[in-house]
């Protein structure tokens, strides 16, 4: 029990620091009403729906942009956690010029956070949730935080993006020729580190069973699951970059609506 919390901690704080040191860099990326790499948009998927006076509780809101989205469509109030400090920082600044508040907290999304619980009518996390170093327990957290029927809504890198023509030691597509192969097992969650920028982050690569079952175990019904590529990169002709390559032939993000029961 104590390798597991020194470990967990180990990858937290890890990743903690390259948050806090390079949060200038992903100002602003990979959020609403974007939801991951060459994927559908929620102007393609409507997966929120009309907000307006709804309650929303982001985790990993990072630079805020999201938030601002639904500031924007009229959400009634808005809550945000992140690990990184900085994010906060950057969040705080973005909401503020924009005219719209929101309650910021610095929190690991594995432990409680110091919100209201079964209070919330949406929880959602835009590209953050596979950071959480205790999925089931991340889950059940969250389905404690919603009000009965409400609705939690996440995105994640594809479980077969880091399995299939990629390199974790470069952070980069690899080809053989114009075929798509296996370079890591699917049923590998292990923890690896990848250089990101002078640093370097700790994921693991969960199962897609492993999100759906979690989110089973936590109470949680799924009303859609969506595993695409956006029309966009599919359409896409002649000479095109190797990431628009590979997403021409499997998803590289997916996204989840589940609901309360």
Same mark, same amino acid.
């Given at each position: 029990?104590?390798?597991?919390?020194?470990?967990?901690?180990?990858?937290?704080?890890?990743?903690?620091?390259?948050?806090?040191?390079?949060?200038?860099?992903?100002?602003?990326?990979?959020?609403?009403?974007?939801?991951?790499?060459?994927?559908?948009?929620?102007?393609?998927?409507?997966?929120?729906?009309?907000?307006?006076?709804?309650?929303?509780?982001?985790?990993?809101? $990072?630079?805020?942009?999201?938030?601002?989205?639904?500031?924007?469509? $009229?959400?009634?109030?808005?809550?945000?956690?992140?690990?990184?400090?900085?994010?906060?920082?950057?969040?705080?600044?973005?909401?503020?010029?924009?005219?719209?508040?929101?309650?910021?907290?610095?929190?690991?999304?594995?432990?409680?956070?110091?919100?209201?619980?079964?209070?919330?009518?949406?929880?959602?996390?835009?590209? $953050?949730?596979? %950071?959480?170093?205790?999925?089931?327990?991340?889950?059940?957290?969250?389905?404690?935080?919603?009000?009965?029927? $409400?609705?939690?809504?996440? =995105? %994640?890198?594809?479980?077969?993006?880091?399995?299939?023509? %990629?390199?974790?030691?470069?952070?980069?597509?690899?080809?053989?020729?114009?075929?798509?192969?296996?370079?890591?097992?699917?049923?590998?969650?292990?923890?690896?580190?990848?250089?990101?920028?002078?640093?370097?982050?700790?994921?693991?690569?969960?199962?897609?069973?492993?999100?759906?079952?979690?989110?089973?175990?936590?109470?949680?019904?799924?009303?859609?699951?969506?595993?695409?590529?956006?029309?966009?990169?599919?359409?896409?002709?002649?000479?095109?970059?190797?990431?628009?390559?590979?997403?021409?032939?499997?998803?590289? =993000?997916?996204?989840?609506?589940?609901?309360?029961?």
């Amino acid at each position: 029990m104590q390798e597991k919390a020194i470990k967990r901690n180990e990858i937290i704080e890890t990743n903690k620091t390259y948050w806090n040191e390079h949060a200038d860099l992903w100002f602003g990326t990979t959020a609403l009403p974007e939801y991951g790499v060459r994927f559908p948009t929620e102007d393609d998927l409507h997966l929120f729906g009309d907000v307006a006076g709804k309650k929303m509780l982001e985790i990993c809101c $990072g630079s805020g942009h999201s938030l601002k989205y639904h500031a924007e469509r $009229g959400a009634g109030e808005l809550w945000g956690v992140d690990l990184s400090d900085k994010q906060l920082d950057n969040a705080q600044k973005l909401l503020s010029e924009s005219g719209y508040s929101a309650k910021l907290l610095c929190a690991k999304m594995e432990e409680e956070i110091d919100v209201p619980k079964e209070y919330f009518d949406y929880v959602y996390s835009i590209y $953050g949730i596979g %950071w959480t170093t205790d999925l089931q327990g991340t889950f059940d957290k969250i389905a404690s935080y919603l009000k009965k029927d $409400g609705v939690f809504i996440f =995105s %994640w890198h594809h479980t077969l993006n880091y399995c299939v023509a %990629w390199s974790c030691n470069e952070r980069k597509e690899v080809f053989e020729g114009d075929k798509l192969v296996m370079t890591k097992s699917y049923y590998d969650e292990s923890y690896f580190k990848m250089p990101v920028h002078d640093s370097e982050i700790i994921l693991c690569n969960r199962k897609i069973s492993t999100y759906i079952n979690a989110l089973a175990k936590a109470g949680f019904v799924i009303e859609r699951f969506v595993e695409e590529t956006d029309e966009q990169s599919l359409c896409a002709q002649g000479e095109v970059d190797p990431k628009t390559k590979k997403s021409k032939m499997m998803p590289l =993000s997916f996204c989840v609506k589940v609901r309360k029961m």
